[in-house]
């Protein structure tokens, strides 16, 4: 499978392409053998793949396209760490099967596009660092604030 081998060039596809998603995984091969996650809370199984939508909604007006695309790889750029050392990003085309637990798209007729590279993380990173508001990843083992 082809490497995306900048965020530039990953918002220039989002641009040009509906439909599109990423997923933190081990990859195509691994996940379209089953092809659905599974509920980390409750052991369930959902009715597709989850993964993160990366159509710009309409709302975002005309700023920048890699700025969108930058949040969407970091909130979830933790999963490496708490998931599995082998979990990164993949690019893929599907059909919205459902919601998932967190509101995340399930995802099902998986086409694999391209992997995301490392690198494209680090230029997201730096993205997010530079935006003026404060945002961490979506990471439930290092929770900001305690009940």
Do not use: F
């Not at 760490?81 to 995802?107: I, M, Q, S, Y």
Request: hydrophobic fraction near 35%.
């Amino acid at each position: 499978m082809p490497e995306i081998e900048s965020l530039q060039k990953l918002a220039h596809l989002v641009t040009e392409n509906e439909g599109l998603y990423v997923r933190w995984s081990r990859g195509p091969d691994w996940d379209l053998r089953k092809v659905s996650s599974t509920d980390d809370l409750t052991g369930v199984r959902l009715p597709g793949l989850s993964a993160s939508a990366l159509d710009v909604e309409d709302w975002w007006g005309r700023r920048p396209v890699n700025i969108w695309v930058a949040r969407r790889l970091y909130d979830y750029c933790h999963l490496p760490r708490v998931k599995h050392p082998r979990t990164r990003p993949w690019l893929l085309r599907g059909c919205e099967a459902a919601r998932g637990p967190d509101n995340e798209p399930l995802v099902k007729d998986v086409e694999p596009i391209a992997w995301v590279a490392d690198h494209v993380i680090t230029e997201a990173r730096d993205i997010v660092a530079d935006q003026p508001g404060p945002w961490g990843p979506i990471d439930r083992d290092h929770p900001s604030e305690t009940w």
